[in-house]
């Protein structure tokens, strides 16, 4: 299930490392796993949200439950060509 190709996953640790991704993941975003493994989240997400990205995860790991992510807000994602989505 983890390396499914239909499935994207990615995990990341407390301090938002990337621990691993899929194959899904890395196809989607354009790194390989040795570019990306190690990096921050951040990483891949466009300059505008990057210092909130960081802010929310920190409240998160102060408080962790199941929610909803970026409820009400738009999210967007960054590849390494520097397209969004």
């Known amino acids: 299930m983890i390396e499914s190709p239909v499935f994207g996953m990615l995990i ?4 938002g490392c990337i ?6 993941i890395q196809s989607l975003f354009g ?3 040795e570019e ?6 951040e990483k891949l997400l466009p300059e505008r949200v990057r210092g909130d990205h960081s802010d929310f995860r920190s ?3 102060k408080d962790p439950e199941i929610r909803a ?6 999210l967007w994602a ?4 520097g397209s969004t989505f």
Do not use: A, H, P
């Not at 990306?36 to 989240?41: S, V």
């Open 59 to 61: 409240d998160y790991f």
């Open 31 to 33: 790194y390989s796993q």
């Open 12 to 15: 990341v640790d407390t301090e």
């Open 36 to 41: 990306i493994m190690g990096e921050t989240i």
């Open 69 to 74: 992510m970026g409820e009400g807000r738009d």
């Open 19 to 24: 621990r691993f991704l899929n194959g899904t």
């Open 78 to 81: 960054l590849r390494k060509d």
